[in-house]
Antibody, heavy 117, light 105 residues
Framework: QVQLEQSGAEVKKPGASVRVACKAS????????LNWVRQSPGQGLEWMGW????????EYAQKFQERVIMTRNISINTAYLELSSLTSDDSAIYYC??????????WGTGTAVTVSS | RMTQSPTSLSASTGDRITITCRAS??????VAWYQQKAGKAPNLLIF???SLQSGVPSRFSGSGSGTDFSLTINSLQSDDFATYYC?????????FGRGTKLEIK
């Protein structure tokens, strides 16, 4: 069964960084592209960026360009999102999503990030 | 940019409803539709504007090409009351509609 299991909820202070993990099971991470999407409380879905796990190539939304890094560890079939210089506006649920023919077919379980002093 | 309407919709079980998304430029048929329930990740319903994802009930259908797209749900069931989003994947940055909350009348 294809699944994307994400790491647990995080609470961070303003200015800190957070790293969210996304572990693929039921398929090999490098066989499909991966995207990250976030959802602020009561809000819609916001695309953050894309990664090609085989090559490590990435493309980030302009809004996050300066403070986001998407990486992967192929040996453990896991992708990572790191977001730095956090503010309260970054409090959201972060999702990884597998890409099939460019659309997002399998979504991760979601990771809640709370930024609070 | 994807302009989705309506923002919210009240309907009864058994009704037929339609949600629309308008793209700011021609995106061919590169549109997907998702259902999201509270506390859960989005779930893929439709891809390529009109292709039904495996396991999704046939009461869900999608149509459109170019700039105008729609999601139709025939004979609403209680399980269908949720929020729906469109996604354009013609080009990055991928963009979502702002969502339509479908509520029980």
């Amino acid at each position: 069964q294809v699944q994307l299991e994400q790491s647990g909820a995080e609470v961070k202070k303003p200015g800190a960084s957070v790293r969210v993990a996304c572990k693929a099971s039921g398929y090999t991470l490098t066989h499909y592209d991966l995207n990250w999407v976030r959802q602020s409380p009561g809000q819609g879905l916001e695309w953050m960026g894309w990664m090609h796990p085989l090559s490590g190539s990435t493309e980030y939304a302009q809004k996050f360009q300066e403070r986001v890094i998407m990486t992967r560890n192929i040996s453990i079939n896991t992708a990572y999102l790191e977001l730095s210089s956090l503010t309260s506006d970054d409090s959201a649920i972060y999702y990884c999503a597998r890409t099939t023919y460019f659309y997002f077919d399998v979504w991760g379980t979601g990771t809640a990030v709370t930024v609070s002093s | 940019r994807m302009t989705q309407s309506p923002t919210s919709l009240s309907a009864s079980t058994g009704d037929r409803i339609t949600i629309t998304c308008r793209a700011s430029q021609d995106i061919d048929t590169y549109v997907a539709w998702y259902q999201q329930k509270a506390g859960k990740a989005p779930n893929l319903l439709i891809f390529s504007s009109s292709s039904l994802q495996s396991g999704v009930p046939s009461r869900f259908s999608g149509s459109g090409s170019g700039t105008d797209f729609s999601l139709t749900i025939n004979s609403l069931q209680s399980d269908d009351f949720a929020t729906y989003y469109c996604l354009q994947y013609y080009s990055r940055p991928n963009t979502f509609g702002r969502g339509t909350k479908l509520e029980i009348k």
